[in-house]
Each structure stands twice: as structure tokens, then as C-alpha cells.
């Protein structure tokens, strides 16, 4: 079992939809989650960033952490073709020294 | 403007003939890592470097060599290439990395896709 799990897609909505992309994990010992977007032949780039259990949120993006669950979202409002991209959960344990990387989901949004 | 530079963006070569893959960042950052993209697999942490001669073994570290003797370096060797080692790579680096979530912040570059013939 992988200590991330995310599903791969492709998800595709249309423009102005909300969505919502998810991962579990099975560590406890994950402390700090992160949610990346990379676009096509890009590197990955932080969207956001959030500790422990609650929420997060950044304009249009919001960040949930349910530590109880072992389950985080990221959620888009108002998808822009932009948004087109794949997102990668990531998670670190507290004092660790390496991130963790879901597979990554491939969102498409269309106009 | 603040990067992290890898070189080349693409690379075709036949198995067992050796390769440097370089990483360049120039945000003085203490902490680098090579990391692998595989379709379905996500991400995998290769080789890590806490600091300049402080390096360690990520997840997928075989087949794989690495050193870091300047702080803004940290090439990524494969001796002996083989097909399975047919990958996208990122280079990675952050302030500092201490699991503490102060200035951790991972920056990547744009990646290296290379196919092992």
C-alpha cells in the first residue's frame, strides 16, 4: 500500500465549475500537507500549504485537512482553463526530511 | 530571477554509458533533492542533500550516484544507465529542510526527460 493515495483522473469540468481533488494517507506521523501544481513539461510549483487538521484558503483555492480521517482537499472555485493542470498532494512528517508525493490528478478545464 | 536550472531538458542515450545530469540553484538554499516522475507512481525522492558534503539516500536511490561539493550544485550521476532508469527528473531545493515546516518550500526546475535506448 502506498503511504499516498491519489487518483490519477483525468478529471475534466467546465469553466466556473467547482472542484474538488483529494488524497489519503496512512502515515499519522504527516505534520504538514501540501498541495503542488505542474503544468505540462514544467516543474512542480506550491499552491498551498497547510499544518495539521483545518482549513486553508487562498482566493479561489481552499485547503482541508481532516488528520482524523487521514484525508485531504484541495478545492478549485470557479475553474479557469488555467487551472489545467495536475496537482500533486505532498506530506512531511514532523522532523522528517523528505516530502511524500501522491501520483497526482490531471484536471482539465474546459471553456 | 530566483531558479533552480537542470541541464539537459532532454537526453536520449544507450544503456551503460555514463551521464551527469546537472542542477544549478542560485537562491542559496541549503537543502537540495533529485526526485523521479513516473506515470501512475507520482514522484520519488532519489537522493537528498541537507547541506554542501551532507547527502542521503532517498527512496529509489539505485543506480544512482550524487554529490554536492558546492552549495548551489548537486549533479545527479548514472554510471551505467539501464532502460528502467527511462524517466522525467526534477531537481529540487528549499532554504532548508528540517521537518518543521519553516521555509520549506520545495522550488523545482523544469525537469529532465531521459530515455535509456
Redesign the interface.
Known sequence: QKE?E?D?GPLSVPEGAIVSLNCTYSNSAF??FMW?RQYS??????LM?T?SSGNKEDGRFTAQVDKSSKYISLFIRDSQPSDSATY?C?M????????I????TRLFVKA | EAQ?TQNPRYLITVTGKKLTVTCSQNMNHEYM?W?RQDP??????IY?S?NVEVT?K??VPEGYKVSRKEKRNFPLILESPSPNQTSLY?C?SAEQ?????TN???F????TQLSVL
Open positions: 499516498v491519489q490519477p505534520q504538514y503542488y513539461r514544467k516543474g512542480p510549483e506550491l500549504y499544518y500533486l505532498a512531511t512528517p514532523h522532523g522528517g526530511f523528505k516530502t508525493f501522491g501520483a497526482g | 533552480v533533492s526526485y501512475g507512481l507520482g514522484l520519488r525522492q537528498y541537507m542521503d532517498g527512496d526534477f529540487a529542510f528540517r521537518g518543521t515546516a520549506e518550500k520545495l523545482f526546475g523544469s525537469g
